[in-house]
């Protein structure tokens, strides 16, 4: 599904459109509307999707400025403030403070008993001279969350405002009034920028940046209607790319190459699922293995080393695509790889050769972990990833 800026009279009015699945707009009006920021990081948007004119519109629960979810989004990313009055954003960059708006919003969408969870997926900004940028918010929020990260260890003004800013936007408790008030806080100890306030925060603090850009079109066409239409999503898809989403996010960065080489070394390099040891070599330019994130949204154990696993490019490429499931069996303090019954029938409709990979199931061998158990791969750690990808719509 999209949440999309319509004209409405002066001020634009955002519309939810699309489907998801089984999921259609009539399933998600008048229930509570929950934000993920984060994976297992849910806040209230104190909003609601309800018929208006026909049409399925946000609405607040309480009328409050820069309340709606697509500001809180924006505020969540170290975005500046967007406005809802395209007509009047004018430039040449994006994005300026409050000048410029929340165009579109993709969203992957699960409908709770009694609310509904929305996860951003790319945000669209644009202004009224057809300058249009898309970005990815899993790339983004592993960004902010490096922020937060770096600032948890210091005392200044500025650092106080970045946690005042994390606690409050990964807290489900938040008022729309905490949630303003922290960002402009933030705003304000940073001495009130019109730009981007992500990079400016990622220099003070020297922490890395990565592209963020997955497309931009300057050249005046307006295809926000290819966007938002007829938007179709298999829950499940929506799901494993969005954990392929963050995954990628967190392999970048000084931070990022540190705990490669800390999981290649507790590993000595070999594949935890093949058992094939593939360093480096004189005739190699990299190593045949790869450091793979868990939860790569672990909050400040990001880099942990039992955050990740040692794996064969192959290997990990499975994993990522969701044709591997690890889970750890506790009374014999063990792990377990599987291959879910849904991925063999998909692969068996398409002709796909499981062969290599049904042989790297069952019990992993001791010889495939790290020699010290300190660094195995943290069972709780598996367990959210494997509830997120198979309970989350429940």
Known sequence: MNLTLRPSGGRGEYELAGSQGDLHIPDVLDLPILLEILPETEINAHSRCKRKDGK???RLDKSVRNSHPSSIIAAAMLLPKPRREKHACHGKVLPEWNNFVVQTIRLDVVRRATTVLIRPVIVRLEN???LKLDIRFADRMERVLRIWTAAATKEDPLSLAVMEHAKVFTSPNSSQNELTISFARLHKAMKSPEGDLLPLLESQYLVGSSVE????????????????ENVVIDPASARAERVR????????????RVFRENVRNAYDSRCMFSGQKMPRTSATRSPGVDAAHILPWSRFEIDSTRNGLCLSKQCHWAFDAGLFKLSHDSGENSYVLSIPDS???????????????EKMTGKIPLGNLP???KLWPEPTYLSKLNEFLENDAA
């Open 343 to 357: 991925v063999k029938a998909a692969t068996l409709a398409a002709d796909f050769d499981l062969g290599i990979f």
């Open 56 to 58: 399925p519109r946000i």
């Open 245 to 256: 989403q963050w995954r990628l996010a967190a392999i970048r960065g000084h931070s990022a």
């Open 213 to 228: 850009i997955d497309g931009q079109n300057d050249e005046g066409k307006d295809d926000s209607n290819e966007l938002v």
């Open 371 to 373: 020699c010290d158990t």
């Open 128 to 130: 009224a001279d057809g």
